[in-house]
């Protein structure tokens, strides 16, 4: 099965809900409300040692965030392709009670998406198609690698979220701001697969968010 079959909508989410890829990772069917536009942000994927953990988001904290209409047809597309998995991980710490998530994303062999080789199967191969990075050469030991400055990964999907005005800019505006810290313009990031389709709402907080869609 394609990788980017399983997990490929990870970048949907980071960009139109300003997920981390550690909370994208982490989504769980039971996360989304759909009637209300609203995405519940509850856990994030650690690595301790060679192992994963559930966590609470960074900052210890849950939060809401709107889910653009786009975003929200992306997911039903990938749901419509690949049920949610069952995924029983330890909370907080390795011997912490285990938690069981209906998981949207995961990898060919049915388990968690970490990080690393996110990058290197899935992230770094779809800049490099885009252009946005050189295409790859090899190291001493002949295995693929990539030359980025840093200034290329997931977390930059997050900084375009934030860099869209929080108030008075819908979802049919025009306006697709650079990421304010890699010069790199969101759609190249999602390149080549994603479906980009009038990027708007912003990074929200939770008191942005109307008392009567929070759930």
Known sequence: MPILATCGGCRSLMTGCGLRISEATAVALEDFDFAEQILHVRRQLNKLGDRHIYALPKNNREREVPLPDW???AVRIHLASHAPWSCTLPWEKLTGKTRTHN?????PDDSDVRYR???EQVWK???SAAGVIPKPGTDARGRRRYETSGKEGPH???HYYASVPRRGVGQGTSRVP???RSGIHPARLLA???RVARP???GVRREDVPSSRRG
Not at 103 to 107: A, G, K, N, P, V
């Open 71 to 73: 975003a929200a047809a």
């Open 103 to 107: 998981l949207l994303f995961r990898w």
């Open 117 to 119: 080789t996110y990058s």
């Open 125 to 127: 191969p779809a800049l």
């Open 156 to 158: 930059q999907l997050r």
């Open 178 to 180: 650079r990421s304010p």
């Open 192 to 194: 080549p697969d994603a």
């Open 200 to 202: 708007g709402t912003a």
